[in-house]
């Protein structure tokens, strides 16, 4: 379990989706939070390519991020897909670095990440790496923007990799409701073109040939006056500057215009429609879409981010709580992108249906829009406003920062759009109410503007939808329909006006402590506290966890305390928003890979004692009904059955989890799904309170705490609970023992098209010198792999090579998803390069292996980006019973003593002399049904193998 997950997931939503301070600090014009240590520059080159630097002498790693202004929108109709395929095989080669992938390669070596993505208006590359090869990896990146060799031989085997990443869109609900949503649109809007491309759409046509045409595509539109660079590292803001002109002032300047998508998406003819999409997800989804004019340059006032607020409340009585109380929805969601098709885009708000709700979409539908007239009557009033207003300005008087390739990105992504010195203010900074354009933007959320999704099993879906695996259907919404909205039942209100607190003036505790201690340890409780070692704020995270032998004793209790978290949920809600917008204080409940309950306060600490206890409050007082159970057994057994509809590589994770006995993941959907047959009322309730009496509680807290405040936290917690028959802190052990020789095969049929295969190699001794070891030859193994399988023998889209640990076990696995090659097929590909492998570990030189290693020291050596980040090494330690806290310092420590021996050693040990146990997960789909699943008996190499079973 990670604990710092949420909150940076809630840092990125808050940058990158919405669009007032106290407090701002200044950096050469860049408006930045005064928590932000960093310095900031803006410049524009010679060829007029504007570029943002952001120094920070603390970072391991540099950071670079290129977005250019055009997408899969300007493809021509001839070959759809085109600007995707050019972002493809753009660094397959370039005049000064004519070797394919060589940025990969130079990335992936040194613990480092590259990735691109292209989008309907901008695509964008970017990277990050080791501070020591930033300047050879700018050269190489910049050489490919600029003079790309586009070589056929190369290019054309990217083509089977975009086919297999169709393959894979195809069948999700994502590009369902993608491709649904542009085939009902206008049919002269550029959305229509399929964008992703595939191998019916790229290819020789008559008077257009596919090699000219990328050729072609690539001169017109990469233009450097459109193209936006961040760097982001530790070197100086000279150093940076000379880094950027140095290698990218001499992409040329073509004096393009930024195309501009001008046709509206949708005309009058488009709208009031009923759309209904099968789709296989197991729960139903109301969509209510609205289109909307570009209204981005209002975002000083925040008209969108006002209506959102007001929406989304879950104060009482408010639209969201109101419809759940009434057992219609599960949640809602809202979203506001006003430039998501060129001169306009959307507002959608999708609510998730119970089976009541699926029956009532009108009664949903009528109180969402009577919501709104109570915002229009009411709603708009300086007191949301100021409310609002106080609340972002909380959030950036305390904003951590991102680390440094979320920020590259971040900037080249916005610098279109925004001006460049207010993108890292732009989601906080608040003029006040505009009451003009917040009326503009609810006049075009109205009943006559709609289209009604209706999303999953769902009927009257008879047209095919092209290049989806899904069908859909439309019709006009009826007059009577109109009429039904126009009133509703439900008493609603608007939220109350609520205060919040200056965060600004919450004190910040000494942080003295340099190793964890423990507070309090007595029967029934732990708590222990660490502080920061490089922060000296007023945030800090708090773990507890709730454990039980109860949990994990048979499936029956399994599921039920899955039941738990189900009815406790429509509960939490109100507190989650309360804490978040009034205090900064961020809550979260799980359970971490022992079974157990576990709660997360995160965020200004202040008031986490306070957080804490309504928290178990609720948990420990919850008020059990039929209705709430009913609910609650329909939420988990579409939860279970929903992993038939997860991506492969996540079907795969799971099923190796199951098959391993991985924690909690001991029992299977069918064992699962028998067991909550069984389940009554008086079941929950009695295991409820068998719940509360055999609860142990560990308490961890890292940051801005004293011992103080510790304490009252973990007392606080046992006397809500009462004495306890858990006296001592359970340590569980595994049951499981790999030994070499060991094997697990197991095969499955989905329906998804491609086949999926993952192998992991399990080492059968617990060694953190092994798992440090495999780390890093995996930065040596998996270029070479992506490379052969990928990009030479054009097997699939998705490969990948990565080190784990399996019950605390060393692992090194392989896996695969492709759509044109059998399992059989795969694993013997997987043999063939394990093989070849061995003489390309031993030809590699020791530079490069020097480099590798010396990047990933960097990695573990470095200061954290912030708080959460660093907090994340001692709560992995806690979770896994490591009192000594040194898993870190171990591994520093064991990678610095690793040399190309070693590595040459392990992987023989391993590989060649069968030291390793094997479970395999195949997952056979619809395409390649008639194809054969890998048995050993198939294997034509045989050695430590012909000892292996197979387990179907």
């Not at 004519?98 to 480092?112: I, R, T």
């Not at 003009?436 to 999303?455: C, F, G, M, T, Y």
């Not at 009192?883 to 870190?888: A, G, K, L, S």
Request: net charge positive; aromatic share 10%.
């Amino acid at each position: 379990m990670t604990l710092v997950t949420p909150i940076l997931a809630r840092l990125l939503v808050l940058f990158l989706t919405n669009v007032s301070f106290c407090l701002t600090a200044k950096a050469n014009g860049i408006l930045k939070s005064p928590n932000d240590s960093r310095t900031y520059d803006t410049f524009t080159l010679n060829n007029g390519m504007e570029v943002v630097l952001a120094s920070d002498p603390t970072l391991a790693q540099s950071a670079a991020s290129l977005t250019v202004g055009i997408g899969q929108y300007q493809d021509p109709d001839t070959q759809q897909g085109l600007a995707h395929y050019l972002e493809h095989v753009i660094f397959m080669g370039s005049q000064s670095f004519p070797k394919s992938n060589a940025l990969q390669e130079l990335v992936k070596n040194n613990d480092g990440f590259i990735n691109a993505t292209t989008e309907a208006q901008q695509t964008n590359y970017f990277f990050r790496i080791d501070n020591n090869q930033f300047d050879p990896a700018l050269a190489i990146f910049s050489d490919a923007l600029k003079s790309p060799l586009f070589e056929e031989e190369f290019t054309v085997k990217e083509l089977n990799a975009i086919e297999n990443e169709w393959q894979l869109a195809s069948q999700g609900t994502s590009f369902a409701i993608y491709r649904a949503n542009a085939l009902t649109a206008s049919p002269n809007h550029p959305m229509r073109k399929m964008g992703l491309g595939n191998l019916s759409t790229l290819q020789d046509k008559e008077n257009s040939n596919l090699q000219a045409e990328l050729t072609a595509f690539y001169q017109i539109y990469y233009s450097a006056n459109i193209m936006k660079l961040a760097l982001v590292g530790k070197q100086s803001l000279p150093e940076l500057k000379a880094l950027a002109s140095k290698y990218f002032s001499k992409i040329p300047n073509k004096g393009l215009k930024r195309p501009v998508t001008t046709e509206p998406a949708f005309t009058e003819k488009h709208l009031g429609k009923h759309i209904s999409l099968l789709t296989r997800a197991t729960s139903r989804t109301l969509g209510l879409q609205f289109p909307l004019k570009n209204n981005i340059g209002n975002w000083p006032n925040k008209p969108n981010s006002y209506l959102h607020y007001l929406l989304a409340s879950e104060a009482e009585n408010t639209l969201v709580p109101t419809l759940r109380k009434a057992g219609l929805i599960e949640s809602m969601q809202a979203s506001f992108t006003p430039a998501k098709y060129g001169i306009d885009g959307s507002a959608y708000v999708s609510f998730v249906l119970t089976d009541k709700g699926k029956t009532q979409e009108n009664k949903i539908i009528a109180a969402f829009f009577n919501y709104l007239e109570l915002i229009k009557s009411s709603g708009i009033s300086q007191e949301y406003a100021q409310t609002l207003k106080n609340i972002l300005t909380n959030q950036f008087a305390n904003l951590p920062e991102l680390d440094a390739l979320n920020l590259a990105t971040l900037f080249s992504r916005n610098m279109s759009a925004l001006p460049t010195t207010e993108i890292l203010r732009y989601s906080h900074y608040f003029t006040g109410l505009d009451k003009n354009a917040v009326q503009e933007v609810l006049s075009q959320l109205s009943p006559d503007k709609v289209r009604v999704w209706h999303i999953g099993d769902v009927k009257q879906t008879d047209i095919p939808l092209m290049y989806a695996q899904s069908s859909y259907g439309i019709r006009d919404i009826t007059k009577n329909e109109y009429q039904t909205w126009q009133s509703t039942n439900f008493s609603l209100m608007l939220p109350k006006v609520v205060k919040t607190i200056n965060t600004t003036k919450i004190d910040s505790v000494p942080q003295t402590l340099k190793h964890p201690q423990k507070i309090i340890e007595k029967p029934g409780i732990q708590a222990q506290l660490m502080h920061s070692q490089f922060f000296n704020n007023n945030q800090g995270i708090t773990g507890v966890v709730l454990q039980s032998p109860l949990y994990q004793q048979n499936v029956k209790h399994h599921v039920m305390t899955n039941l738990l978290f189900f009815v406790l949920n429509k509960d939490l809600q109100r507190l989650i928003q309360e804490a978040s917008l009034q205090h900064q204080v961020y809550l979260n409940g799980t359970q971490n890979g022992a079974g157990d309950i576990t709660f997360n306060i995160s965020g200004l600490t202040e008031r986490h004692p306070h957080y804490l206890n309504q928290l178990l409050t609720l948990f420990q007082g919850m008020h059990f009904s039929q209705e709430n159970l009913d609910n609650a057994l329909n939420l988990y057994r579409k939860m279970t059955l929903e992993i038939n509809n997860a991506s492969l590589p996540a079907r795969a994770a799971y099923y190796s989890n199951i098959l391993l006995k991985v924690p909690p993941f001991i029992w299977n959907e069918q064992e699962k799904l028998d067991a909550l047959q069984s389940i009554t009322l008086r079941d929950i309730k009695h295991f409820h309170r068998q719940l509360m009496a055999n609860i142990y509680i560990d308490l961890f807290a890292f940051g801005n705490y004293d011992s103080k405040m510790t304490m009252k936290m973990a007392t606080a917690s046992r006397a809500l609970f009462g004495p306890t028959k858990v006296k001592q802190k359970l340590v569980r052990q595994t049951t499981f023992t790999p030994f070499a020789g060991n094997a697990w095969n197991e095969m499955i049929s989905v329906w998804q098209d491609p086949v999926f295969l993952k192998s992991s190699y399990i080492y059968p001794e617990k060694s953190l010198t092994v798992s440090t070891q495999l780390k890093l030859l995996n930065s040596l193994f998996s270029v070479p792999f992506f490379n052969e399988l990928r990009t030479k023998r054009q097997l699939a889209y998705d490969i990948k090579s990565y080190q784990e640990d399996i019950h605390q076990y060393p692992a090194f696995t392989l896996y695969i998803q492709s759509s044109n090659t059998g399992l059989q097929a795969l694993k013997q590909h997987f043999d063939d390069f394990l093989e070849r492998f061995k003489n390309d570990l031993a030809l590699i030189n020791e530079k490069t292996v020097t480099e590798a290693k010396s990047a990933l020291l960097n990695t573990l050596q470095k200061k954290p980006q912030n708080i959460y980040i660093e907090s994340n090494r001692y709560f992995t330690d806690w979770l896994n019973n490591n009192e000594m806290f040194d898993y870190n310092e171990q591994s520093i420590r064991a990678l610095e003593a690793t040399s190309k021996q070693d590595l040459i050693t392990l992987y023989n040990r391993m590989f060649f002399d069968g030291y390793m146990a094997n479970a395999i997960i195949q997952l056979r789909g619809a395409k390649l049904k008639h194809t054969e699943f890998f048995t050993w008996k198939d294997a034509t190499k045989t050695s430590e193998k012909d000892k292996l079973s197979n387990i179907k």
